[in-house]
């Protein structure tokens, strides 16, 4: 991976022009992707698209939360305030688990300990270098179907920087959004029907001039955000950790994860071993489970999620239910637990209630999200049987929470849906007061 290719060296002759920062590479065929704003490989590989970062080495900036971590991030500015993931040995948890190494890594609010996401959680640490991507790219406006995490940190960023930003969700997911000051920017359509109804209309809005798709898993400004949890990790301990837990829905966190360790091994100060990934499902939702214990790339519907929507119903932790993971994919989720001899653990209800109850009394989150009950769940499995030992290094991923703690701090607003759309109505409406608003942002 060397930047003195051809191109490079004519850059740097007559025309003086700068080195790029980065290149995209198509992880499935190898290829150098000329376009940096394309979403997937333009030869048709089914393939995720790589940021490749010309710092080979990691460079601290004097920026606040992730954009200290900048020069491994898709974009040339910061986009500030910014807050980012914190990392802190936990001595009440490592006790507990027997684990001497172990440390936790928040992304939620917590000013306590320096953890300021006021949208919750580590969807925030996406939200804003796709925001400030796109806007260096040229101010395309983002189209972004959730289910209530991301629908609320891309609100949240709109609000605080006044970015237009379009948000489809489903109708039950409304309540879920709230910003932390008021949001003039948002064109938040709500959706009679579930997360797939939602993803339809937003593909339908994100055709509109102007507007792009944000591009979930396949958004690499979206998962290298995510990556500055391992990034983190990593600097405060002074090393990769050997383990790595997190719990998963699209897995894109885990993705993420594997990526940051790839470039960390190459910038050879933080070890050459990258992290296992111990990824959590909520049980009985756990199609990616399912078919990695089964070492299968694809995912099979009637032997991975059966009864998928009676299932997604049961759990405690709903943001952990995509039914179209970006498993299979190269450079997906797949890949990521082969080349780093990754599990998956399918916890229940009750171990996620068990868990609960530990990072309350053990890490002093009283109201973390259900998910990282689940990464927790995991991690007392793992420490319990043995599959990983007692002195390992071990980082924890507590994806969200201090939604309690938020409204102590701030005047939270809820976020009222611009327009709605019924099951069976045409979206057509929507399309033309879409078109209408974004002309205000000309
Ligand atoms: C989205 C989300 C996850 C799962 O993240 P992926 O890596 O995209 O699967 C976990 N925890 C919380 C709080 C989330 O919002």
Redo the contacts with the bound molecule.
Sequence with gaps: MSFSGPANRRNRGASDAPIPKYRVRCVGGGEIVEDISLLSCPNGHDSLLRAEYADRRLPLAPHPGIFRYIAWLPVRWPLLPAGGPVAFPCKELSRELGLTNLAVSFSGYFPEQGATLTSC???ELEAAPTLQRLFELGGKIPVIASAG??GRAFAELSARCGRPVVIVVPERAVPRLFTTQPAHDLFLVSVAGDYSDAIAVSNALAAVPGCVPEGGAKNIARRDG?GTVMLDGAVTIGRMPDHYF?????????VAAWEAAIRLRRDGRYGTILPRLHLAQNAPFTPMVSAWNDRRREIIATIDMPNARENVGRVMSD??T?RNPPYAIAGGLYDALAKTDGSMYSVSNAEGAEALKRIRETVGIIDP?P??AIAVGALIRAAGNGSIGADDHVLLNI??GGYERVREDFVVHPVEPVAGIGIHEPVETVINELKEWISRYG
């Design positions: 959680s580590f969807k995490n991301t995510m997190q719990a998963v829905g699209s897995g894109t966190g885990g943001v952990l995509n999200d998910a990282a994806t969200g």
